[in-house]
């Protein structure tokens, strides 16, 4: 098992980050290709989530289940299927009239991928903190 954890600093308002980051992470995560609430609506804990997604270098399908909501400071999802057992915890907090947004991922490989971990765990981060630069010009040139 792995963490993974980037934070990026957002000058925009809180309210408007967490929006941002909680209404499809296909706007601004860049592994993501499509995703689609998959229970009614709103977004709560329970709620869940199908995720199309590309990771080590093919396109593979999450489930995921919400498993936190705090309006404007915390969600966070389990995975309920997909190639490893991952979870993601983002949480939100008042910077200064800016956004601090703080995400941690956890993933256990299973089989084969466990000799991979540490090339696995590089790309994530790697991928996570460039999406986190790209919701940052994203949100700051509105």
Request: proline fraction near 4%.
């Amino acid at each position: 098992m792995f963490t993974v954890t980037e934070s990026v600093r957002i000058d925009r308002r809180v309210d408007e980050v967490f929006d941002f980051f909680t209404e499809g992470r296909a706007r601004w995560d860049e592994s993501v290709i499509s995703e689609e609430l998959t229970s009614p609506p709103p977004v709560g804990v329970g709620s869940t989530l199908h995720t199309r997604m590309r990771a080590m270098g093919r396109e593979v399908d999450f489930d995921w289940r919400v498993t936190a909501y705090e309006t404007g400071s915390r969600m966070a999802v389990t995975s309920t299927s997909g190639i490893m057992a991952t979870s993601s915890d983002l949480q939100f907090a008042d910077a200064g009239g800016g956004t601090l947004v703080a995400v941690r991922i956890d993933a256990e490989p299973t089989g084969m991928m466990r000799l991979a971990e540490p090339m696995i765990a590089e790309s994530i981060r790697s991928t996570l903190a460039s999406s986190l630069g790209r919701a940052k010009r994203m949100l700051e040139e509105r």
